[in-house]
């Protein structure tokens, strides 16, 4: 598996996976509806941020991250970052691969400390990912996310300091 830094010929195999989780509203706080050019403009991120593929030796995107400083001014110091892994892929190492990639890249841009915002609590898979690369649950903000199925859930705030 190789990382590298997305292009927008990337777009074309990451959006259907995008599409997918995001209209399924388990685990992320975008709207389900969301349509296809606002995506790519929240996705592939211009600098400061980074947006990057994993793709296996054929090219195929098996997963995306996108990291960025988590706030302006004051607060860029912390870097935040999403993680999208296609769903034939799950299980495989590829959210680990790019989990430990972006905290790579943090720390090389000088960041302090990496911070995700909004970790649906049900996830139970990326949370145990999180946590076993060093983040804390720092709060849960309870009933903070919708989810279609199981009703109001906490969003946790996760941290790792650099």
Not at 41 to 59: C, H, I, K, Y
Not at 134 to 156: A, D, N, R, S, Y
């Amino acid at each position: 598996m190789l990382i590298r830094e997305a292009t927008a010929a990337d777009w074309q195999q990451i959006w259907p996976f995008f599409r997918t989780i995001v209209s399924a509203g388990e685990t992320y706080t975008y709207p389900r509806d969301l349509d296809e050019p606002t995506a790519r403009e929240l996705w592939l991120l211009r600098p400061p941020g980074r947006t990057v593929v994993a793709v296996d030796d054929s090219g195929t995107v098996l997963g995306s991250a996108k990291m960025n400083p988590n706030h302006m001014g004051g607060g860029s110091h912390i870097a935040g970052g999403s993680f999208m892994v296609a769903p034939g892929h799950a299980g495989r190492g590829v959210g680990r691969a790019l989990g430990q990639y972006a905290l790579d890249w943090a720390r090389a841009e000088g960041y302090r400390a990496m911070q995700f915002n909004a970790v649906v609590e049900t996830n139970t898979r990326a949370v145990a990912l999180w946590q076993s690369l060093g983040f804390e649950i720092m709060t849960t903000l309870p009933e903070g996310f919708q989810h279609p199925t199981k009703g109001f859930v906490g969003l946790h705030i996760m941290y790792r300091r650099l």
